[in-house]
């Protein structure tokens, strides 16, 4: 069984920093796309970053040379650091995977999320 836990999540000041961790178990870790995806309060959800299974990776224009995605492929982790925080970057991160669609709103298994709050 797939399983996604997100953590780090919290409350910070605008211009600070979080890292984001996904815990994931039930599959090959390796071999899957991964994703960061976020939504905002009353809005809908936006794919942040995506790492392939070849290590190649994407972001969002709005989190570009701010936003750093990574993984333990030994460690079955996903990481999202964020610095440079803003206020419109508060929302629910979620955390996604998939073995063959590499689309983060496609992905078929979900973490619960983690939820960001900047203060500005």
């Known amino acids: 069984q797939v399983r996604l836990l997100e953590s780090g999540g919290g409350s910070v000041d605008s211009g600070g920093s979080l890292k984001l961790s996904c815990a994931a178990s039930g599959f090959a870790h390796s071999k899957y796309c991964m994703a960061w995806i976020r939504q905002a309060p009353g809005k809908g959800r936006e794919e942040v970053a995506t790492v392939a299974d070849d290590g190649s990776t994407t972001y969002a224009d709005s989190v570009k040379d701010r936003f750093t995605i990574s993984k333990d492929n030994a460690e079955n982790t996903l990481y999202l650091q964020m610095d440079s925080l803003k206020s419109e970057d508060t929302a629910t991160y979620f955390c996604?995977?998939?073995?063959?669609?590499?689309?983060?709103?496609?992905?078929?298994?979900w973490g619960k999320g983690t939820l960001v709050t900047i203060s500005s």
């Open positions: 996604a995977a998939d073995r063959w669609v590499c689309a983060g709103n496609s992905m078929r298994h």
